[in-house]
């Protein structure tokens, strides 16, 4: 079982460089999210997405756009990467409900310089 | 501001013994919580979850505690073994009206457990 893949798993940008961070689940779950993770901050949210079609902000969402494509599918897009953007992006899914398990993939690691 | 917060960065308890990570939280409106753990260069893996009608649920080795007035957490390993050595992260919800939960993570507690 794949589960939640992420690609890619490292990425050096420019500042100001552009790039997607895609996102696939084999799940058939309905809920994506993105997560980053920074040394001392835990994970924040990014952007979530309750179904095909729709997104929702988190708490970090500036400087970010997404896309669920379809129902596996959910990119994380930086239109012009700075250095404050350099961090550990988790993607992740789950089936709605409150004590559902979110499924994780194993992160992109992303430096900005 | 953290809403969500774990202040013991670390934690080493010996191999056989009783670990126990504390999770505080400032908002009164979160009613959902989860535990996971990462290990390094993974994503982070669902433990074990609560709700705010419960005061402690149990799987396993694990248990989680859940004082609402206090509005206060707590995970229990019992007996913690090496495999357990991990980075542990609680997370909290107030709920959702589209079926999907945003949950705010804490900043995680490093485990060490020394055979």
């Not at chain 1, 550990?88 to 979110?102: D, H, I, L, R």
């Not at chain 2, 859940?66 to 019992?78: C, D, G, Q, T, Y």
């Amino acid at each position: 079982n794949a589960g939640v893949t992420q690609t890619p798993k490292f990425q050096v940008l420019k500042t100001g460089q552009s790039m997607t961070l895609q996102c696939a689940q084999d799940m058939n779950h309905n809920s994506m999210y993105w997560y980053r993770q920074d040394p001392g901050m835990g994970l924040r949210l990014i952007y979530y997405s309750a179904s095909e079609g729709t997104t929702d902000k988190g708490e970090v969402p500036n400087g970010y756009n997404v896309s669920r494509l379809n129902k596996r599918e959910f990119s994380l897009r930086l239109e012009s990467a700075a250095p404050s953007q350099t961090s550990v992006y988790f993607c992740a899914s789950s089936w709605t409900g409150w004590n559902t398990e979110a499924f994780f993939g194993q992160g992109t690691r992303l430096t900005v310089v | 501001d953290q809403q969500v917060k774990q202040n013991s960065p670390s934690l080493s308890v010996q191999e056989g013994r009783i670990s126990i990570l504390n999770c505080d939280y400032t908002n009164s409106m979160f009613d959902y919580f989860l535990w996971y753990k990462k290990y390094p260069a993974e994503g982070p893996t669902f433990l074990i979850s609560i709700s705010s009608i419960k005061d402690k649920n149990e799987d396993g080795r694990f248990t989680v505690f859940l004082n609402k007035s206090a509005k206060h957490l707590s995970l229990h390993i019992v007996p913690s073994q090496p495999g357990d050595s991990a980075v542990y992260f609680c997370a909290a919800s107030d709920g959702s009206t589209s079926g999907t939960y945003k949950y705010i993570f804490g900043t995680g507690t490093r485990l060490k457990v020394l055979a």
